[in-house]
C-alpha cells in the first residue's frame, strides 16, 4: 500500500489530525511522507510525526529537538548535505538514505495504539518492497524495530531489541537497533551522540560493503 496523504484509516488519529489543523491551520497536520529517494541503501525508520516537529512541517524529523542528533550525525555521516532540518523546503538533501516513519500520522501524546502500528505497517510493507538497492534498515527505539520485523514477516522473539545490536534477515537487508533520538533520551544520555555516530558509522560500512 502506497503513501496515501488522505488516508483516514484509523478513526483516532484522524480525528486529532483534524482537531490539530483546527487549532494550528499552518501546520501540516497529515499522514506525513517518507523522506529521501527509494533507490537509497539506507532506511531510517522512527516511531511517529512530532506534534510540533514533523507534524508541523509535513517531513520526518523536521523542525524539533527529534531531528537534530539525526540530521548533524547524518550529515557528518555523508548521507545528508547540511546538518540542520528545519523545514520542508530548507534545501537539505539526503545522499543514499530515506527516512520513514513506524506511524505516518501524528498520535495523541506520541503513543500510536497497537492496532494503529499494525494497520500503518501495510506502507512500511509496500516501502520496502519498493527499495531494490535497500540494505540496511536502522530502527529508531523499540516500536520501530518491531514495525520492521512485522513489515519483513520475521518474528519478534528472533530478533531482540538492543542499541547497536544487528540482526540478518532472511533474503532481506541487514536490520540494526539505536534508541530513539528523542529528547528524553539526548537529555538523559541514554542516547549520547558518540553512540549514535558509530550506529549511523555502522550502517555507512554496511551500505559501502554491499556496493
Known amino acids: 500500500m502506497d503513501y496515501d496523504v488522505g488516508c483516514r484509516l484509523c478513526p483516532r488519529l484522524a480525528k486529532f489530525l483534524d482537531s490539530c489543523r483546527h487549532e494550528q491551520p499552518d501546520y501540516h497536520s497529515l499522514p506525513v511522507p517518507s523522506f529521501g529517494s527509494l533507490d537509497s541503501g539506507l532506511l531510517i525508520v522512527g516511531l511517529a510525526p512530532g506534534r510540533h516537529g514533523a507534524n508541523r512541517t509535513g517531513r520526518p524529523f523536521t523542525g524539533d529537538h527529534a531531528g537534530i542528533l539525526l540530521y548533524q550525525t547524518l ?7 547540511a546538518p540542520q532540518s528545519v523545514a520542508a523546503d530548507d534545501g537539505l538533501v539526503l545522499h543514499g538514505a530515506r527516512i520513514t516513519n513506524a506511524v505516518k500520522c501524528l498520535p495523541p501524546a506520541n503513543k500510536p495504539l497497537p492496532a494503529e502500528i499494525r494497520q500503518c505497517n501495510a506502507y512500511l510493507q509496500h516501502e520496502i518492497a519498493s527499495m531494490p538497492q535497500l540494505r540496511v534498515i536502522l530502527a529508531l527505539g523499540r516500536i520501530a524495530h518491531d514495525a520492521v520485523l512485522d513489515a519483513v514477516g520475521v518474528r519478534r522473539r528472533t530478533a531482540v531489541f538492543a542499541h547497536g545490536a544487528e540482526h540478518s534477515l532472511v533474503e ?6 539505536s ?4 529528547r528524553y ?22 551500505v559501502e560493503a554491499a556496493r
Open 179 to 182: 534508541y530513539h533520538c528523542s
Open 172 to 177: 532481506r537487508p541487514r536490520l540494526i537497533d
Open 75 to 81: 550529515h557528518a555521516s555523508g548521507f545528508a548535505s
Open 185 to 206: 533520551n539526548t537529555q538523559t544520555r541514554r542516547l549520547t551522540p558518540l553512540m549514535f555516530s558509530a550506529v549511523v558509522q555502522r550502517a555507512r560500512a554496511l
